[in-house]
């Protein structure tokens, strides 16, 4: 992509509204622009990240054998009235009425509709186990949205639905997916941690936050500082056997939010140099719900004695657009973004720092040529800007690799190649740096 070409509306200031790091660099790094309180619309550069992440959940969900679907934002009242949550639920959900009157609803979550659409055509406990996902827009009028993405009202979440016959069957299931949230957040560069938490509004009796450690999290954590060691399973890990030595593993070290978090067994189970108080952002919860949406959704499968019985269910959810606003809270310093290289909008960037003279314009045109015909993302700063400026908008917007090409390094059939995440530098011929990024 030519810079020249792109739409990047860099700010030069920092938004006075900004309160968060995370909700700063998205604005100065031209990635979204608020359209109203809590939704915003997502310029090309913040979009080009959301759609990374948005692949990797997907490719873990696929992995761990869920089967993606697609879900309609619109739900009608009726629905949630089955299973009691339309009053419950509160001044959160977007009520909304068509030109006939009927009474619909911009979905905060998908349990009453999967639980619909499952009623409509499993009866048996031959198809369990069974996992259905989505990558939707949800929303929630939130009372104070704020720090951007972090809390929006219209957000991207992923969130899956799993059913099976019994419990045992639906901790199966449930692990299932505690594995490949492991697996999904750690291939965006970040440490997501796995703690006990409330079920809240979704309900059940068993629930999981995965949270990252972050100081403007909203979450208070408590946790032992061995589980920021522990590792995190391989691509081949095998889904269908014996997943509770994994399980084991990570819950048996202490971890827990402020709201289930016990001070005496912490105490006493931490040594306390390995004690952790500290904040975090939640970016995944997975729960289990038993029969709480079968019983009342009459979701019953006829099991293996012919007698029908309701479902065991369990909800996973992702928050992909708040998983942006996260990374950057993980990944930054005072000269902007470092994108992981797995979500970054773009894997390198070629600035030109003497834009008109031949031999740079030249260089910079075929490196520019033959990264692309690799198939690296490439941003090319063809712009007329002056090299100080092309440094500080490429360390902003946060592109793993630049190549700087000069007069100077290409008389010595150089240029300059600046990893982003720690700042080291090194001069290598053009040729090389193909190589070294394709
Ligand atoms: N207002 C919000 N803005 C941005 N992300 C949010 C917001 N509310 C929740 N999320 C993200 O969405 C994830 C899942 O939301 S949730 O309420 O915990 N779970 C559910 O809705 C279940 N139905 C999971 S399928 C959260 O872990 C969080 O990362």
Avoid at 173 to 187: D, I, P, Q
Avoid at 395 to 424: C, F, M, N, T, Y
């Amino acid at each position: 992509m030519r810079l020249s070409r792109f739409f990047l509306p860099i700010l030069k200031e920092n938004p006075k509204e900004a309160e968060i790091v995370s909700h700063r660099l998205m604005l100065r790094a031209g990635m979204m622009r608020q359209e109203a309180a809590g939704i915003y619309a997502w310029l090309p550069l913040g979009f080009r990240v959301l759609k990374k992440i948005e692949q990797i959940v997907r490719e873990e969900q696929d992995r761990a054998g869920a089967l993606e679907l697609l879900m309609p934002t619109l739900q009608l009242a009726d629905l949630w009235r089955e299973s009691g949550r339309y009053d419950a639920y509160g001044p959160e959900m977007l009520r909304i009425l068509d030109r006939h009157k009927r009474e619909l609803l911009y979905g905060p979550t998908n349990e009453e509709m999967i639980t619909e659409i499952f009623r409509s055509y499993i009866k048996s406990y031959k198809n369990l186990p069974l996992n259905l996902y989505h990558i939707q827009w949800k929303f929630r009028d939130e009372q104070r949205p704020r720090f951007g993405v972090m809390r929006g009202r219209e957000f991207l979440m992923k969130d899956a639905y799993s059913f099976d016959l019994d419990e045992a069957g639906a901790r199966r299931s449930y692990n299932k997916m505690f594995v490949a949230y492991l697996r999904t957040f750690a291939r965006m560069g970040l440490k997501a941690i796995p703690m006990r938490a409330e079920t809240g509004p979704i309900g059940g009796d068993l629930s999981h936050e995965f949270i990252v450690l972050a100081e403007t999290g909203e979450s208070g954590v408590y946790i032992n500082r061995d589980v920021l060691d522990l590792p995190v399973p391989g691509a081949d890990v095998d889904y269908d056997g014996d997943l509770t030595p994994i399980i084991k593993q990570w819950t048996s070290v202490y971890a827990a939010t402020e709201d289930v978090h016990e001070a005496a067994r912490f105490e006493q189970e931490v040594p306390e140099a390995k004690r952790l108080n500290t904040r975090g952002i939640e970016v995944g919860q997975i729960f289990y719900f038993g029969t709480k949406y079968s019983e009342t959704m009459k979701a019953m499968v006829a099991g293996p004695d012919g007698v029908d019985v309701p479902i065991h269910g369990g909800s996973y959810g992702v928050g992909v657009s708040r998983l942006v606003g996260a990374i950057i809270e993980a990944c930054h310093d005072d000269a902007g973004i470092k994108w992981p290289e797995a979500v970054a909008p773009f894997r390198a960037a070629i600035l030109n720092l003497k834009q008109g003279d031949a031999a740079v314009d030249g260089a910079c045109e075929q490196l520019y040529r033959e990264l692309s015909a690799k198939g690296v993302d490439v941003l090319y700063d063809d712009t007329d800007q002056r090299a100080g400026a092309k440094f500080a908008a490429a360390d902003l917007i946060g592109i793993p690799w630049q190549i700087l090409v000069g007069p100077k390094g290409l008389a010595d059939g150089k240029v300059e190649v600046k990893r982003r995440s720690d700042g080291s530098r090194d001069n290598m011929s053009p040729a090389d740096v193909v190589a070294k990024l394709a």
